[in-house]
């Protein structure tokens, strides 16, 4: 799945270049603008039950967009991503934030850093990797975060449990697409495995939302809080 997934987007930032809607897959304007002010506030709500934001780290950061809501929160930035190309245009695009901005070139799953991180952002990340690196990830998550740190997820999630797309062809996208969605109760066992307790999840649309397109799967947001006791 890696190089399918590196080429998919390394094609798509390239086509797009504006930094507008290059990583959100939603191409209609109307429902764009719909689904990023919606997402936005629900994002809002989850980091607000998050007490400690000062160092956050945005993986699989793309071309910024998370990064800069993000940075309304917390004092330090670090955004990763594997695209050189969504990278560029990050750079561009979050030239003017206040908070201070680390970007770093480098595979989610094999990124380290002695820097601990109190929040984590994971977004729309977590369907392209597979169960070997997705459990890469989550060894070395363990390595940078400290106790009490809250991880915040939003990845697509199967309704019926684990759902594949293995190079379907997308009119929407006009790509070739893949994609594993794991279930809710997968993502809540795993995470807890590697340390990170569950504290609340919900929908990011509600039922019935125009959002909602897909039989098989739904957009979620997720937040974790990493075990132990805080110092």
């Known amino acids: 799945m890696g190089d399918k997934y590196y080429a998919f987007w390394e094609k798509r930032a390239k086509r797009k270049k504006t930094g507008q809607n290059v990583g959100n897959l939603e191409d209609q304007p109307d429902l764009y603008i719909a689904k990023i002010e919606h997402e936005k506030n629900v994002i809002g709500e989850f980091l607000s039950l998050v007490k400690c934001k000062d160092t956050i780290l945005d993986l699989g950061a793309g071309e910024g967009y998370w990064t800069r809501q993000l940075s309304e929160f917390g004092k330090k930035i670090v955004a990763v991503d594997f695209s050189e190309s969504m990278l560029d245009i990050a750079a561009n695009n979050l030239r003017n934030i206040s908070a201070t901005l680390q970007l770093i070139q480098c595979p989610v799953e094999q990124f380290t850093s002695k820097e601990k991180f109190d929040l984590v952002y994971i977004s729309g990340l977590l369907i392209y990797l597979n169960d070997n690196k997705l459990i890469n990830l989550l060894e070395n998550l363990d390595t940078y975060t400290i ?85």
Do not use: C, W
Not at 188 to 210: A, S
């Open 147 to 231: 106790a009490g740190a809250h991880l915040l997820l939003r990845d697509g999630t199967g309704i019926h449990g684990r759902y594949e797309i293995n190079s379907k062809y997308s009119e929407a996208l006009n790509e070739n697409y893949s994609a594993l969605y794991r279930s809710r109760e997968e993502y809540i066992r795993i995470l807890d495995e590697y340390g990170f307790e569950h504290v609340e999840d919900q929908d990011m649309f509600p039922d019935g939302h125009p959002l909602n397109k897909f039989e098989e799967t739904k957009l979620r947001v997720y937040l974790f809080r990493k075990k132990g006791n805080i110092v």
